[in-house]
C-alpha cells in the first residue's frame, strides 16, 4: 500500500492522511464489493442452477437452506478484517472500528450459517427411515439457542472490550434470571431428549391427551410445543415437557400390531335368561355354527345326568341355558368372520350384572387399522348380534322411552 501511495505522489498527486485513508478504504470496499459479485452473482447463481437440475437431494437441499450464500458472507467479513488488518495502521481508529464491524459480521453470519448446516442436516435426516419420526426438531432448536447465547456473549465481550471468561463466571449471578426467562425453552430441551432417548413419540404417531383436547396425528415436535392436527383438522399445541411430566396415549403400537381392538358391550335382560327346551334345541342346532357345539354340550350334559342326576327337580341336574348358547354362537361367529385376527385375544364374555341387565362384551381385533373399515366391520358385527339375539330368546335391555310410557298407559285404560 506505501509503495502505491509512493507511486501516486511521483505523479505529483498530493496526498494528506484523510486522502490516503479515503483511498485504502475505497480499496478495501472496492475489493469486497467484486468479491460480493464473484461470489453470488457467478459461483452461487451457477450453482443454483446446478442443484435445481440435478436429481441429488441434498443439493436441492443445501440450496433451500441457504448454507452457501451465509458462509459466502462469512468469507466475505473474513477478507475484510484482513484487508483492514494489512491496509490500515495497527492500532488506529479506523482499524479498530472496522475490525470490530468485520469480526461482528464474521461472527453473525458464522451463527446464521450453522443454524443453517442444522436445517440442512434435519432435513436429509427426514428422509430416512430411522430418523424421520425422531424428535430432531426439538433438539436441534435446543442445539441453536445454546449457540446463539455463547454467540452473544462473544459479541457482548467484543464490543466491551473484556475477556468472554469474565462474562461467563458473571452468569453464575444471573443463572436465577436465566432459569425464569429460558425455562419453557430448557425443560422443552431436556424433554426433546427423553422423548427421543426413549422412543415416547414420532412424528405422525396416533396421540390422545384429553387434558390437552388432543386427539390426532403429531405433526411437529418443536423446542416448546407440539403440534397435534385432531382428527376434526383443528391443531392442538402442547407444551413439549408436558409430554414427561404428564401422561398420555400413544396409538402407534395399535398400527404396527396390524389389529385394532373392538371392546363392546350388549346389555341382556335378565328376565329373559332361561334353559333351553328341547324345541329350542331343535331348531338352534339347525345352525351351522352352533352344530358341534350343540352335539357335544348335549352329549357331555347327558352323560353328567345319568351319572349324577336324581329327581325330577330342576336343582339336581344340568342343562343349557339360552345366554351360554348365545355366547358360543358369538364366539364361533367371530372365529369365522374374515375380518377378525384369530391370532389375537378374541373372547366374548360376561361382565357383572348391574341396573342396566346383563354385559355381554366383544372382545377381539379386527385385521386392519384404518379407521373407516374398523367401524365399519364393528358395526356390522354389532348390526348381526342385535338382529340374531331373539333367536335365543333373549331381549335387550333398553331404558324405557316416551312410546313404551304410552303403550303401558294404553293397555292400562283398555282394561
Known amino acids: 500500500m506505501q509503495e502505491l501511495l509512493l507511486k501516486i505522489q511521483d505523479l505529483g498527486i498530493d496526498i494528506n492522511h484523510t ?5 485504502r478504504f475505497g480499496i478495501i470496499v472496492l475489493t469486497a464489493v467484486v468479491l460480493h459479485i464473484i461470489l453470488h452473482k457467478v459461483v452461487l447463481r451457477g450453482f443454483e442452477k446446478r442443484a435445481t437440475a440435478s436429481s441429488h437431494l441434498w443439493l436441492q437441499i443445501i440450496t433451500q437452506n441457504k448454507l452457501f450464500h451465509r458462509l459466502a458472507l462469512t468469507l466475505q467479513g473474513i477478507v475484510v478484517q484482513i484487508q483492514a488488518e494489512l491496509w490500515l495502521q495497527k492500532g488506529s481508529e479506523p482499524a479498530t472500528i472496522l475490525i470490530t464491524c468485520a469480526q461482528l459480521w464474521v461472527m453473525l453470519y458464522a451463527l446464521l450459517s450453522f443454524f443453517s448446516l442444522l436445517d440442512v442436516i434435519l432435513n436429509l435426516s427426514r428422509r430416512f427411515p430411522m430418523a424421520a419420526h425422531l424428535p430432531l426438531k426439538g433438539i436441534f432448536q435446543g442445539i441453536k439457542l445454546i449457540g446463539a447465547i455463547l454467540v452473544g456473549i462473544l459479541i457482548i465481550s467484543l464490543l466491551m472490550g473484556q475477556s468472554p471468561a469474565i462474562l461467563i463466571s458473571g452468569l453464575g449471578a444471573m443463572a436465577a434470571v436465566l432459569m425464569l426467562v429460558f425455562k419453557d425453552p430448557i425443560l422443552g430441551l431436556v424433554a426433546g431428549i427423553q422423548l427421543s432417548a426413549n422412543d415416547m413419540l414420532r412424528l405422525g404417531d ?4 384429553p387434558k390437552y383436547g388432543a386427539d390426532g396425528a403429531v405433526t411437529d415436535i418443536g423446542l416448546t410445543t407440539v ?28 398400527s404396527a400390531s396390524g389389529g385394532r381392538r373392538i371392546k363392546r358391550s350388549i346389555s341382556i335382560d335378565t328376565t329373559s335368561i332361561h334353559f333351553l327346551g328341547e324345541e329350542e334345541q331343535q331348531r338352534l342346532i339347525q345352525a351351522k355354527l352352533l352344530k358341534p ?14 351319572e349324577h342326576s336324581s329327581g325330577d327337580s330342576v336343582l ?31 373372547m366374548v364374555r360376561q361382565l357383572a350384572p348391574d341396573t342396566n341387565g346383563l354385559p355381554i362384551e366383544i372382545y377381539c381385533f379386527t385385521n386392519t387399522v384404518a379407521w373407516l373399515e374398523y367401524e365399519a366391520i364393528q358395526a356390522d358385527i354389532f348390526d348381526h ?6 333367536e335365543f330368546g333373549l331381549r335387550i335391555h333398553q331404558t324405557p322411552t316416551g312410546n313404551d310410557i304410552r303403550a303401558l298407559e294404553g293397555a292400562f285404560r283398555q282394561q
Open 227 to 254: 403440534k397435534v392436527q385432531n382428527w376434526d383438522n383443528t391443531i392442538t399445541t402442547i407444551p413439549t415437557w408436558s409430554l414427561v411430566s404428564d401422561s398420555f396415549k400413544n396409538w402407534s403400537g395399535m
Open 385 to 390: 348380534i342385535f338382529a340374531v339375539v331373539e
Open 293 to 306: 357345539y350343540l352335539d357335544s354340550r348335549s352329549e357331555e350334559i347327558s352323560k353328567w345326568n345319568e
Open 19 to 23: 486522502t490516503s485513508l479515503f483511498i
Open 316 to 346: 339336581n341336574s344340568r342343562k343349557m341355558t339360552n345366554i351360554g348358547t348365545f355366547r358360543a354362537y358369538l364366539n364361533e361367529y367371530l372365529i369365522n368372520h374374515s375380518r377378525i385376527r384369530k391370532d389375537m385375544t378374541l
Open 206 to 209: 396416533w396421540l390422545e391427551m
